[in-house]
Every structure is written in structure tokens, then in C-alpha cells.
């Protein structure tokens, strides 16, 4: 190309972490330099620098490439000036489109002060592009080592901990705080919901997580909120294994080298190194708290503000729904107050006879039935051992095994429409970048299929939950009833130790007798191994 001052020229320069990581020599600074210099020879007219440095060139959203791309589409640039192909991208499908295809479209002229644009420029680029793979392994490679050696590679200590002075990678207890992560775990353990938890830490005025960590850096907190606790917070305090001393990391990560997108990683893919510093609650506790979320146990208040006994635990035993707990008042005639509490079917008192029947069963008749059972299992384990674990087991039956079946079964269905989803994924993008489907039919696929994998992980976690319910092991249980053997009566903190389930049935005749089936679930899986 002469010189002509009616060329318009526009400077791309890109410089990413990786190139910086490998040694590049060229910095930003010197290609800017070169290639304003050759547009001065040339006699161009300089129409604008676009500057993408630390951004990847395996993918074309950067904000400056985006808008060197608007400018040659208005005709403002007819001539784009690049150090090498390299610059444009480490994508030879997307470098090949955009040189063969868009530019040209517009009228845009493309120099490579380094490289010929000749027939061999399509397997340059891909070897631009295998270079930026071989590096994004490497970098992962490293990564994944150093999680497996324990190192936490984490931005921001979980909250309760802080990053060791003299060592970044190891976490070590904020006294601080810790005493506020021990209450939290101690109040879900007592049956607490999660949004009492943070209603109780904000009346407290104590500062949530976020708030506390830029209060010690002496920053203001750049994300919106309103900085008190949310229930979302407390969630994920209560789920976090830093707490009993693991490093749990690889939650999260990207599709691929060329999708920079962070996805939630399957659980079974987690890196998890036990014992890797102090931990902050006992393993006792832990475990009654994980205990609580696989039940998916929400205690219920009445109006009077008490929770309602069997509330999160009772379903109905035909379409498992879980029941609702009613409760009438008045006064009887000598004048005394009197409340009458009991549980209907959940479907039943939404949408009547046509989703279900009432299922109703009263508080008081569950209290005397469960109670009598907790009784005689505490009367077996003090005669022997051996008469309890027989005892549970003959109560758990053969169920678990056929539920752990089904399960798995189920698990392993979903697993395989995750993989189906992220090769659909893969062959969407192939198909976009070479021009067969078009931006508008993408973005609306690639959204629908991230959904729909979303739902799939959900369910994955809630089987694999279910499954480590499943397999149990009777030895604990002297050991819960030894916990509760004292006890005056019944209480929640009892039924959630021991009970994982209750199901309801309807009321039958029977030899001119109204009977109703209720199934109690006992938690026979040993805590520790939760």
C-alpha cells in the first residue's frame, strides 16, 4: 500500500498475562511505538490507538477490540496496522473470519509489520492459537498442584480466617470474628432458619463479611449492598469446610481455553485437602448442621412466634408434599385457653381435593407415638448395644438400598445430559464463529442451555446429598440415644438428631377403626461421616 494520506489508519496492540508470563519482549509501550512510527513513513492518517493490555487473545470480547471493530464497520478506519497476527487473537477460526471475511466486508486494509499475510497466515494463526492452549494448560496444571498440596489459592480468606503473614497460602483464625462463625453454626445446629440467623447478627450490628474485610483493608466496599447479612451469607458460612480445617477449591473454573465464562465445576471434579489448618467449630457440629441441610429442615413459627415441633420434618406419605402446620385457639368453659395444633397435607391446603387429601394428623398424637419409640430404643440400648443397631436397622429396613439405587440411577441420567449440554455448547460456538448460526439465534441457544445445565447441576448435588444420606452405618446410634436418654420430653433438637423423616398416610377403616400409617425415617447414618 503508497502512501496516501487518505488512508486512514487505526494501531491494535494487545499484551496479555500469559504473553508477560512467557516472556514477550514487546510491551505495550514499544509496539505503540513501531507501529506509529510506520504509519509517520507511510504518510497516514493516525485515526486512533486501541489498547487491550492483561485481556487474552483466545476470545475477541475485549473492550478495545469491540471498538476498533464499531470504528472499521463506520468506515472511520480503512487501514489496521498490527505488531503480528498474534495481536488479533490466539483463535485462528475468529482471526481467520475476521481477516478473510469482516475486514474486507468494509473495505479495511490489514498490515502485519512482522509477517507476511500470505497463504501460510491460516496456520499461523493456528499456531497462535496452540500456543495460547499449551500455556492455559500449564497455568492449570500448576494450579491444580498446588491445590492438591493444600495451598489456598483463594482471593479472600474465608470469613473467620485470614491469609498467614508469612505464608499466603495457609489460613490462620481472625479472633476477631471467629466467635461470630461459632454462633451461626451453633444457632442452625439449634434449628435457627437462616434468615432469623442474619435478622439476629444485624440486630447485633455486627458487619457481615464483606463489610469487615474492607473495613481491616481501609477500602470502601465497591459493590452495592446494603451491608447486613443476608440469608444467602449465612448459607454460605454454614456449607464452607474451611470451617472444620479443609481446603475445598476447583468450584469453579472456565469451559475451555477459548471460554473465558466461569461455570460452576461438578462436585465430583472439587479438590479437597483435609486438615490443612485450624479449624474453627468441632466436627460434631458440622455434622448436625450438614445433617439439617440434607434434610432441607425449615423450621415453622406460629403465630405466637414458637416454632411448630415436627415443622420441615413431616411430609404426606402419597404425594410427599410437606405438610402444614395449622393451629386453632379458643376457650374452654371454665375459661382456660387452650391451642389444638396439627398437620395437614401441603398440596391438600393449597389446591384442595384435586391435588391431594388432608392427611391431617395431630401434634399431640406424633408427640406420644415418637416419644414412646425414642423410649424403648433408650430402655434397649441400656440393657445392650447390639438390640439398638438391630433394633434401627429392622426400623430402616430394606428401603435404603432400592432409594440409593434409584438415585444413582438419576445421577448418573443428569450426568449425562451435562455432558451432552457442553458438547452442544462447543459445536454452537464452532458454528457461530464460522458464520452458520447467527449472533441473535446464538445468544438466545447458549443462554437456554446454560439454564438448563444449571438445573442439572442443582439436581446432582441434591442426589448426591441424598445418596451419602442413603449409606449409613448403625454404630453412632448409642451414642445419639446416650445424648437424649434424660430428656423430659420431646423437643426439636431430639427429632433432628434422630429422626430424618416422617410420613403421614390418610386414615383407613380397619376392623371398624379408624388407622393411619406413620412412618418415622430415623437418622441411622453415623454424623461423623456426613
Not at 496496522?81 to 471475511?101: A, C, H, I, M, Q
Not at 387452650?338 to 398424637?365: F, L, M, P, W
Not at 438445573?455 to 441434591?462: D, N, P, R
Request: charged share 25%; glycine share 8%; with cysteine.
Amino acid at each position: 500500500m503508497q502512501a496516501d494520506s487518505a488512508n486512514r489508519a487505526g494501531i491494535y496492540v494487545r499484551l496479555s498475562n500469559e504473553d508477560a508470563r512467557a516472556g514477550e519482549s514487546v510491551s505495550v509501550e514499544n509496539q505503540i511505538l513501531m507501529l506509529t512510527k510506520h504509519v509517520e513513513q507511510m504518510g497516514w492518517r493516525l485515526m486512533d490507538i486501541y489498547v487491550d493490555d492483561g485481556f487474552t487473545g483466545t476470545n475477541q470480547n475485549r473492550p478495545a477490540f469491540q471498538r476498533m471493530l464499531t470504528d472499521v464497520k463506520a468506515g472511520l478506519v480503512n487501514v489496521l496496522l498490527v505488531k503480528d497476527l498474534s495481536r488479533l487473537g490466539r483463535n485462528y477460526l475468529e482471526v481467520g473470519n475476521l481477516t478473510e471475511v469482516v475486514l474486507p466486508q468494509y473495505g479495511c486494509h490489514l498490515v502485519s509489520l512482522h509477517e507476511p499475510l500470505d497463504e501460510m497466515m491460516v496456520f499461523r494463526n493456528w499456531f497462535n492459537e496452540q500456543h495460547s492452549k499449551s500455556t492455559s494448560e500449564k497455568v492449570r496444571a500448576a494450579k491444580r498442584v498446588s491445590a492438591e498440596h493444600g495451598k489456598y489459592l483463594g482471593a479472600y480468606a474465608p470469613y473467620g480466617y485470614r491469609k498467614d503473614a508469612d505464608n499466603r497460602h495457609r489460613l490462620v483464625i481472625d479472633g476477631s470474628v471467629a466467635p461470630n462463625v461459632r454462633r451461626i453454626f451453633e444457632l442452625r445446629a439449634g434449628g435457627m432458619a437462616f434468615r432469623a440467623i442474619a435478622s439476629l447478627l444485624n440486630e447485633d450490628g455486627i458487619m457481615p463479611p464483606k463489610q469487615h474485610y474492607y473495613s481491616i483493608v481501609g477500602r470502601k466496599n465497591p459493590t452495592a449492598g446494603n451491608g447486613l447479612w443476608s440469608e444467602a451469607s449465612i448459607k454460605l458460612i454454614l456449607a464452607n469446610e474451611a470451617y472444620i480445617g479443609n481446603v475445598v477449591q476447583g468450584k469453579f473454573g472456565t469451559s475451555s481455553y477459548k471460554d473465558k465464562r466461569v461455570v460452576r465445576k461438578p462436585k465430583e471434579t472439587w479438590i479437597r485437602a483435609e486438615g490443612q489448618h485450624e479449624a474453627l467449630i468441632d466436627r460434631e457440629l458440622w455434622d448436625r448442621v450438614q445433617a439439617l441441610r440434607r434434610k432441607g429442615h425449615k423450621p415453622r413459627r406460629q403465630r405466637d412466634g414458637e416454632k411448630s415441633l415436627f415443622g420441615g420434618l413431616l411430609c404426606c406419605a402419597d404425594c410427599d408434599s410437606t405438610m402444614r402446620v395449622l393451629t386453632e385457639r379458643g376457650k374452654r368453659g371454665d375459661g382456660s385457653d387452650y391451642k389444638y395444633v396439627s398437620y395437614i397435607c401441603g398440596n391438600y391446603a393449597r389446591s384442595g381435593r384435586s391435588a391431594c387429601t388432608a392427611h391431617t394428623v395431630n401434634e399431640k398424637d406424633l408427640t406420644e407415638l415418637i416419644g414412646s419409640q425414642i423410649r424403648d430404643l433408650v430402655q434397649m440400648a441400656e440393657i445392650s448395644q447390639e438390640h439398638i443397631v438391630h433394633a434401627v436397622s429392622a426400623a430402616f429396613g430394606d428401603g435404603g438400598m432400592s432409594y440409593q439405587q434409584t438415585y444413582q440411577s438419576e445421577l448418573a441420567a443428569r450426568k449425562k445430559q451435562v455432558a451432552k449440554l457442553d458438547l452442544l455448547v462447543e459445536s454452537l460456538y464452532e458454528d457461530k464463529v464460522a458464520g452458520i448460526v447467527p449472533l441473535s439465534l446464538f445468544v438466545r441457544q447458549i443462554e437456554k442451555y446454560e439454564r438448563d445445565r444449571d438445573a442439572h447441576l442443582q439436581s446432582i448435588e441434591a442426589l448426591q446429598g441424598r445418596i451419602a444420606a442413603i449409606v449409613h452405618d448403625d454404630s453412632d446410634w448409642p451414642r445419639l440415644i446416650e445424648q437424649h436418654k434424660s430428656a423430659q420430653r420431646l423437643d426439636s433438637d431430639m427429632l433432628l438428631t434422630l429422626v430424618d423423616k416422617i410420613t403421614v398416610g390418610e386414615a383407613q377403616m380397619l376392623d371398624g377403626k379408624r388407622v393411619k400409617n406413620v412412618e418415622i425415617i430415623w437418622h441411622v447414618r453415623p454424623l461423623a461421616s456426613c
